[in-house]
């Protein structure tokens, strides 16, 4: 086992430096996502500034919505100092089309929500479109 350094974080305090639960570091050591931690002879996981540089990639990446896939291609990139920047890129730009479908997707949600509710009187009685798209009624046919 690796002697800690002098500037290793525990788990809490890394929680605290770069924005990502206790729990999902733990995750991410889990899936291989990132490496696992120095222990103290008594346990305690311990963070070097490389763990807590590579957590706030992490963090950054889960915001913009990378999947854990693109995430873990992301970071294997952004270690790999020989990399051509066309490989990040592509994958950038593949997100950006899944996002892209993904809004597309969401629009027409909310699109086919507002004519529904459009047709919907709002009114004290039961009868109600919404409702009745959602079952998969054909209007006339109770």
């Not at 696992?36 to 913009?64: I, K």
């Not at 996002?99 to 027409?108: S, T, Y």
């Not at 009745?132 to 006339?140: I, N, T």
Request: aromatic residues 4%; hydrophobic residues 40%.
């Amino acid at each position: 086992m690796n002697e800690p350094t002098a500037r290793a974080a525990t788990i809490g305090e890394a929680a605290r430096a770069t924005g990502v639960s206790a729990k999902m570091i733990r995750y991410y050591e889990e899936t291989g996502l990132l490496g696992p931690a120095e222990r103290t002879a008594s346990g305690y996981r311990l963070y070097g500034e490389a763990d807590l540089h590579a957590l706030r990639f992490v963090r950054r990446a889960r915001d913009l919505g990378f999947s854990m896939r693109e995430i873990a291609e992301l970071l294997g990139l952004w270690q790999d100092r020989s990399r051509a920047s066309a490989a990040v890129k592509s994958v950038a730009l593949g997100h950006v089309g899944d996002l892209r479908r993904r809004i597309a997707e969401l629009e027409a949600m909310a699109r086919t929500l507002e004519h529904l509710a459009e047709r919907c009187c709002g009114d004290e009685r039961p009868d109600c479109p919404i409702l009745d798209d959602l079952a998969g009624a054909v209007p006339g046919r109770d």
